[in-house]
C-alpha cells in the first residue's frame, strides 16, 4: 500500500531532522536534510506513523537483550509489511536496532510530532503492547521501557492502565479501568468518559490523523474494549 512505496526514497526533500533525520540520511547517503526543524506539516503522516512503529519496535525487540522470531513476525502481521517492501523496512528496523541511539529521543520526537494528538500517541503504545506480547508474554525489561515511552508522551497513570487493560478479553478486563474512570463515579460521568473515549478512539477519526489503515485494527479492538467496558457498568450500575 502507499505508506510503504518507497518509505526510506520517498523521505527524501523532507526536513526530518533529529534522531529520524539521522537514521533515514544514513540509510540514503545523507540526502535527507538534518535540520532540527522537525518533520515539515507537508510530509506523508501515514509514512511518519509507519516510520515511528518500526524504529520503536526494533528498540523493543532488544529491550530484553533478544530479538524473538515472534516479535518480528509480529512486527511483519501488525505493519501488514508487504513482500516487495520486507528489504527496505529491514533496512530501517536493522539499523534502529544496531545503532547506539537510545529509544527515548525517537520517542521524544514522536511526542512532538503528535503534540495534541494523544490518541494517536495512545495507539503508538497499544501497538508496542502487541509487538512486545508476540512471543508470550511482556517481560519487565519490555514493560519498562513501554511505561517510560508512554511518560514521554505525556500520558498518565490511569491513560496506561487504560490501554493495558483494554487489551484483555471482555470477560477478563475491569470496566471501569477502560473507562478511566472510577466504581462510585456515577453513571452520567462515566457516560461523558465513555463518549469522550468512544470519539477519541474511533477508527476514522485515527485514520485523520495519520494512523495508517495497515494498522488500524487494533484500534477497532480498542473500540471494542471501550463498548465492551460501558455495555457492563451499565449492567453493574442498574442492579
Known sequence: MAIWGSLIGGMIGFSLGGPFGMLLGSLIGGKI?????????????????????IVLSAKLSKS????????????????????????????IFNKAKEESTGYEPY??????????????????????????????????????MIENIAKIFG??????????ESRKSSDKLNPYVVLESKSDDSIEIIRKRYLKLSKEHHPD???????????????????????????????????
Open 33 to 53: 536534510s538534518r535540520s532540527k526543524s522537525g518533520f515539515k506539516k507537508f510530509a506523508q503522516p501515514q509514512q511518519i506513523f509507519a516510520l515511528s512503529l
Open 64 to 91: 530484553d537483550g533478544q530479538v524473538s522470531k515472534e516479535e518480528l513476525v509480529a512486527v511483519k502481521d501488525k505493519l501488514k509489511i508487504p513482500e516487495n517492501e520486507l528489504d527496505q523496512v529491514g533496512k
Open 107 to 144: 520517542a521524544q520526537q514522536i511526542a512532538q510530532i503528535y503534540k495534541g494528538n494523544i490518541n494517536v500517541l495512545e495507539e503508538v503504545i497499544n501497538i508496542l503492547f502487541y509487538i512486545a506480547e508476540a512471543d508470550g508474554e511482556v517481560s519487565i525489561s519490555e514493560l519498562k
Open 155 to 164: 500520558l498518565n497513570e490511569t491513560q496506561l492502565n487504560a490501554i493495558k
Open 205 to 239: 477519526l485515527l485514520m485523520s490523523k495519520g494512523v495508517p489503515q495497515e494498522v488500524i485494527d487494533e484500534s477497532k479492538a480498542k473500540m471494542r474494549a471501550i463498548n465492551s467496558a460501558w455495555d457492563q457498568i451499565q449492567k453493574l450500575k442498574s442492579n
